[in-house]
């Protein structure tokens, strides 16, 4: 058991030495594209946007709510009608 865990042990402290190898010894040529590029456009002018109509609802703070003395007020007139 102990010869595999030492061989093991080597195996790993090889990968680290391997993967830790110098870079070559011709550098590299960096890349660089064959045509110039075209210089850029600008972009059109955006336009300014309309503002939005009225919303369809009444918001709910607009909304008056009932009033315990309105509600009674509303059922004493729908009592009266019948």
Do not use: D, H
Not at 12 to 34: C, D, H, I, N
Not at 38 to 50: D, F, Q
């Amino acid at each position: 058991m102990s010869k595999i865990l030492a061989t093991l042990i080597a195996g790993l402290f090889a990968v680290g030495a391997y993967a830790q190898a110098s870079a070559p010894a011709a550098p590299a040529k960096p890349v660089t594209p064959a045509v110039a590029a075209t210089p850029a456009v600008a972009a059109t002018p955006a336009t300014t946007a309309t503002p939005a109509a009225a919303p369809a609802t009444p918001t709910k703070a607009a909304v008056k709510k009932k009033t315990r003395k309105s509600k009674k007020a509303a059922a004493k007139k729908a009592e009266a009608a019948k």
